[in-house]
């Protein structure tokens, strides 16, 4: 029967004992449980399917080098995702190196947080979408962000970090941290109403 | 009473529940008085609402095969390592 903490949180620290003490088995039971996550989480830092599974691998297999030195202070998954995000960061690193992807621009203009439209929702948006829809959408609004918003709105409110993890997964401030989540988060807001607002409600915009 | 500019700076605190009790309150009177922020606020919510319920694909069968191949290689190796640090009596 596996083991819960309190929360009722399935208690995975046996099984990442097991894996330190090389056990094959419970390391390929934790690659199965978070490996959607990982490809999940490259795919949108990097927005290539290859570097996604070069990272993908690269995350467990560095995981795998470096479990004894896993302290288990943090949780596994907080872990792994640390390597991940490295990983990513340095396959984008490399291409800007190679200049296939524009440079950043700057980062505080202010511009990021002026509200263009402001439009009712439906009440359940998603569900005038299929499945497949509704991830097209999501998908591309957030790879549509700059990498400095998109990466701290995947790890905080994609892969539900906290802030303190985030930061640290990413090297930056606490604060760097909340005003680049509040920026992406306004603008997936606007992305998102073209796509969720209330129909009929254009009418009344040119009254 | 709050301006609009820093309801939005505290946006995010209000949220994610993080907000003082003070903040918090000087919030939830401005968006009761403030449709557009009270909008801002509700469509920034059922944001985050929606990528919450977003559930990772299944990753393709191929990539998940070469992770494995890659890691039976390291497994391997690695055991092949310790065998030759530690003979066997």
């Known amino acids: 029967m596996p083991v819960t903490s309190e929360a009722g949180v399935f208690d995975e620290s046996p099984l990442v004992a097991r894996a330190r003490q090389g056990d094959a088995s419970a390391f390929n039971e934790l690659v199965t449980r978070y490996e959607r996550k990982i490809f999940r989480l490259a795919k949108h830092i990097t927005q290539s399917d290859e570097d996604a599974e070069d990272v993908l691998q690269e995350t467990f297999l560095k995981a795998f080098e470096h479990l004894p030195d896993f302290q288990g202070q943090s949780k596994f998954y907080t872990w792994i995702v640390r390597i991940a995000v490295n990983e990513s960061l340095m396959k984008l690193r490399k291409r800007k190196s190679d200049r296939t992807v524009p440079l950043d621009e700057p980062l505080d203009t202010g511009e990021d947080t002026v509200v263009r439209e402001i439009a009712v929702w439906d009440e359940n948006p998603e569900q005038q979408y299929s499945r497949e829809e509704l991830g097209k959408i999501l998908n591309e609004s957030v790879d549509s962000l700059r990498p400095a918003f998109r990466t701290v709105f995947v790890l905080r409110d994609i892969e539900e970090l906290s802030t303190e993890e985030t930061a640290e997964a990413l090297g930056i401030s606490v604060p760097a941290v909340k005003s680049r989540l509040l920026r992406a988060r306004l603008q997936l807001r606007e992305k998102l109403t073209r796509f969720f607002k209330r129909k009929g409600d254009d009418v009344f915009a040119y009254l | ?89």
């Open chain 2, 1 to 89: 009473m709050l301006t609009c500019k820093e309801f939005l700076d505290g946006l995010n605190d209000f949220l994610d529940d993080t907000a003082d009790r003070e903040i918090r309150t000087n919030l939830e009177k401005h968006v009761t008085e403030c449709p557009n922020c009270w909008v801002i606020f509700d469509t920034t919510k059922k944001t985050l609402q929606v990528f919450k319920g977003m559930e990772p694909q299944v990753i393709p069968n191929d990539v998940h095969a070469r992770l494995l191949r890659a890691l039976d290689k390291k497994m391997a190796a690695k055991k092949a390592q310790q065998e030759k640090v530690q003979p066997q009596t």
